[in-house]
């Protein structure tokens, strides 16, 4: 069966800090990969996605995130990050059914001033 | 900058009661997601729409809960009779492409407490 791990709950990180967020799954074929972002009271917004080809892949927000088959890993990076980017961070996979995702359990991004 | 809404943001209601969440998908979207949000159990997909037509709710309690899509315009969530273990936040989503989840537009969520 297919899943996704996010082994931090959270992650502290100072204002204009590198971020790197993991994300690991487990799925047989070639995965659609995505992650999201939501904001305290707010919806989920998508930040990017890997369907193919470049596995190096930009988003908005100054996100990116590179598709490592080898390492069935799928991890969110940002150079610098701003004290707008505090919240919570979801990747996942599109499971068997072509309309389901996969969701991780989430990683808490804290931004220390 | 279009985006769907969902009524009411917020309900707290009695055990028993009936709860009715509605979305306004982005006009042209062609697939409409329930999902049901909780500390414990993350985001769980609770209905799937495509061209108002209910494909999949398998997640859902089918005692109490029921989904439709009247019109393009307009997706509903019910729950009927409430149950405290129903608070949680639904959002719904809607989308386009082969699926929809290519490109998913969440809502702001309804956060449902259930007394």
């Known amino acids: 069966a297919q899943s996704v791990t996010q082994p931090d709950i959270h992650i502290t990180v100072s204002e204009g800090a590198s971020l790197e967020l993991r994300c690991n799954y487990s799925?047989?074929?070639?995965?659609?990969l995505f992650w999201y972002v939501q904001s305290p009271g707010q919806g989920l917004q998508l930040l990017l996605k890997?369907?193919?080809?470049d596995t190096l892949v930009q988003g908005i927000k100054g996100f990116e995130a590179e598709f490592k088959r080898s390492q069935s890993s799928f991890n969110l990076r940002k150079p610098s990050v701003h004290w707008s980017d505090a919240a919570e961070y979801f990747c996942?996979?599109?499971?068997?059914?072509?309309?389901?995702?996969?969701w991780g359990a989430g990683t808490k991004l804290i931004i220390k001033p | 900058d279009a985006r769907v809404t969902q009524t009411p943001r917020h309900k707290v209601t009695e055990m028993g009661q009936e709860v009715t969440m509605r979305c306004q998908p982005i006009l042209g979207h062609n697939t409409v997601f329930w999902y049901r949000q909780t500390m414990m159990q993350g985001l769980e997909l609770l209905a799937y729409?495509?061209?108002?037509?209910?494909?999949?709710d398998s997640g859902m309690p089918k005692d109490r809960f029921s989904a439709e899509m009247p019109d393009a315009t307009l997706a509903t969530l019910k729950i009927q009779p409430s149950e405290p273990r129903d608070s949680a936040v639904y959002f719904c989503a809607s989308g386009t492409g082969t699926s929809g989840i290519e490109t998913q537009y969440f809502g702001p969520g309804t956060r449902l407490l259930v007394l």
């Open positions: 729409f495509r061209n108002r037509a209910p494909l999949d």
């Open positions: 996942a996979v599109a499971g068997d059914s072509n309309y389901q995702l996969i």
């Open positions: 799925y047989g074929a070639t995965p659609y």
């Open positions: 890997y369907f193919s080809g």
